[in-house]
């Protein structure tokens, strides 16, 4: 359980170190492909470097991850550019409610994960819980036609596909020793790393960082590294099925982030927000609790 608690908290850092981006004048791309190489730096030097990478190159979870890391800084570039076109709660909703994909097949295809009663209702209020704590009273300009509906789809899959990588590979199979976690976590960080200097270049922003935005992208590269490290040890360690994991470690985000914005941040919660961590707090109480008579 302490290795969910600590993704959790870590992937809670990652929201609101973005929320202070615009405050201490971040340049934003600079900051997450700095974030990408000190995080990607970090697991192969934890990972021992290429003599392990060389050692299981032939294996499928690692093509895999690799390709990846490209799916990473363009699904990353591309939220932030819908928040602005169509709305905070249209692209957070689309991004969490991702989890619904792999939880799905994972029910369907995997034979040690079963739909018992508790997880059923458990996932099924988990879809209201995200949508209400995600909701915010704004205004955007929105725009026409299928960009509309395309894009938050193309967030949804894409984010799925993510959760889904992390969650099918993450067993005793695949991760043998602590160091396969390390090098699993680095594949796609190391990708998008150097996708976002290549995008950089192109864009005519491969530039020196600024004080703050150097000290932003390795903070944030630490804590991101951090997070996905913790994650993959949650889904080798916790007595729950993966298709109950993601719910709570995406529920435990946001009701973490929502205490962190209201207590740190000054932000005000609606009356949706309220109902839906309320939810979110039960979808978590019964994953729990299915877990402990497992």
Request: glycine share 8%.
């Amino acid at each position: 359980m302490i290795y969910l608690l600590i993704s959790i908290a870590l992937s809670t850092g990652i929201f609101v170190l973005f929320q202070r981006f615009q405050h201490w004048e971040v340049h934003t791309l600079q900051a997450i492909v700095l974030n990408y190489g000190v995080a990607a730096a970090l697991g192969w030097v934890l990972c021992g470097g290429s003599a392990l990478f060389t050692s299981v190159q032939s294996e499928p979870w690692v093509w895999v991850a690799l390709g990846m890391g490209l799916l990473f800084i363009y699904l990353f570039q591309l939220i932030a550019r819908t928040t602005q076109t169509l709305g905070l709660t249209v692209t957070s909703i689309a991004s969490k409610l991702s989890m619904v994909l792999p939880v799905a097949l994972f029910l369907a295809f995997d034979p040690l994960d079963a739909l018992t009663w508790k997880k059923g209702v458990a996932i099924a209020l988990a879809i209201p819980a995200i949508v209400l704590a995600s909701w915010k009273e704004e205004e955007r300009t929105v725009q026409p036609g299928a960009a509309r509906w395309v894009v938050p789809l193309v967030i949804f899959v894409g984010s799925g596909c993510i959760d889904l990588m992390f969650a099918a590979y993450s067993g005793e199979a695949h991760m043998q020793s602590v160091e396969h976690r390390y090098l699993f976590a680095s594949l796609p960080l190391t990708t998008a790393c150097i996708a976002g200097i290549a995008w950089l270049a192109l864009s005519g922003q491969l530039q020196a960082p600024s004080r703050n935005t150097l000290l932003a992208g390795v903070g944030l590269g630490i804590i991101n590294f951090g997070s996905l490290y913790f994650l993959l040890e949650t889904y080798d360690k916790i007595n729950l099925a993966r298709s109950g994991v993601m719910p709570v470690n995406n529920l435990g985000v946001i009701l973490l982030s929502a205490a962190a914005s209201v207590l740190f941040l000054g932000e005000r919660l609606n009356r949706r927000n309220r109902w839906g961590l309320t939810l979110g707090a039960l979808v978590i109480l019964l994953l729990l609790w299915e877990s402990l008579q497992g």
